[in-house]
């Protein structure tokens, strides 16, 4: 079966600070893997997408993801957290079937 | 600005009663889908449909109805059928022709909050 599990359901960060959300998958298919940062009582904004080719994909607001094929890994990083970061995330895998969804993970930034 | 709206925003259901939550888009998309969100949860599948006049059951589909009668639209019955209604809904589209292509990635509305009263 194909699962996307994302470690963590909240994670805090000071401002400035590195932001690491992590996110595995589970596929008997070549993935294709997606981010989307979601804000309060809005729909869901695309951040970045690994399809083929280049296994660092950098996407908007300065986050990037690295496919990790042998630790069947998604995991999204920034440099530098800003408080407009304050969102909620969810890891995306696209097998032969629609977008499965991770639960999520929260992200706060402290001032 | 192409895109997809969903409508209402807010909306509330009695006990026993039928609510539809309207689906829009002009993005020209083939596909649309319905996903439900609860909190901790992420977003579980509802319904998709690849074409006019076609549409599949997703994880979730007990007590919900689609219908895709134009490319455009795709609205989503909650009926009285469905125990736990409450949750916010969420429609998104993606250009997948007659197929899920796999690289292709969804777009979606800002949501409905329904709320059982």
């Known amino acids: 079966a194909q699962s996307v599990t994302q470690l963590g359901s909240h994670v805090s960060v000071s401002e400035g600070a590195l932001v690491l959300l992590r996110c595995n998958y589970s596929?008997?298919?070549?993935?294709?893997l997606f981010w989307y940062v979601q804000y309060p009582n809005q729909g869901l904004q695309l951040l970045l997408k690994y399809t083929t080719g280049a296994t660092l994909v950098k996407g908007i607001n300065g986050f990037e993801a690295e496919f990790k094929k042998s630790e069947t890994s998604f995991h999204l990083t920034k440099p530098s957290a800003h408080m407009s970061d304050a969102a909620e995330y969810f890891c995306a895998f696209s097998g032969n079937t629609p977008l499965v969804f991770g639960k999520g993970t929260r992200l706060s930034v402290i001032a | 600005d192409g895109g997809i709206t969903q409508s209402p925003k807010y909306l509330f259901r009695k006990e026993g009663q039928n609510v539809t939550l309207s689906c829009e888009q002009n993005?020209?998309?083939?596909?649309m889908y319905w996903y439900r969100q609860d909190p901790g949860q992420g977003l579980r599948l509802i319904y998709y449909?690849?074409?006019?006049?076609?549409?599949q059951k997703g994880d979730i589909a007990e007590g919900y109805s689609v219908s895709r009668e134009k490319k455009e639209s795709f609205p989503l019955t909650v009926t009285s059928a469905q125990k736990n209604p409450t949750a916010f809904y969420l429609c998104?589209?993606?250009?997948?022709?007659?197929?899920?292509?796999?690289?292709?990635?969804?777009?979606f509305g800002q949501g409905t909050r329904l709320t059982v009263v």
């Open positions: 993005l020209n998309h083939d596909a």
């Open positions: 596929s008997s298919v070549p993935p294709y």
């Open positions: 449909s690849q074409i006019v006049n076609d549409f």
């Open positions: 998104a589209s993606s250009n997948t022709g007659n197929s899920i292509v796999r690289n292709t990635e969804a777009f």
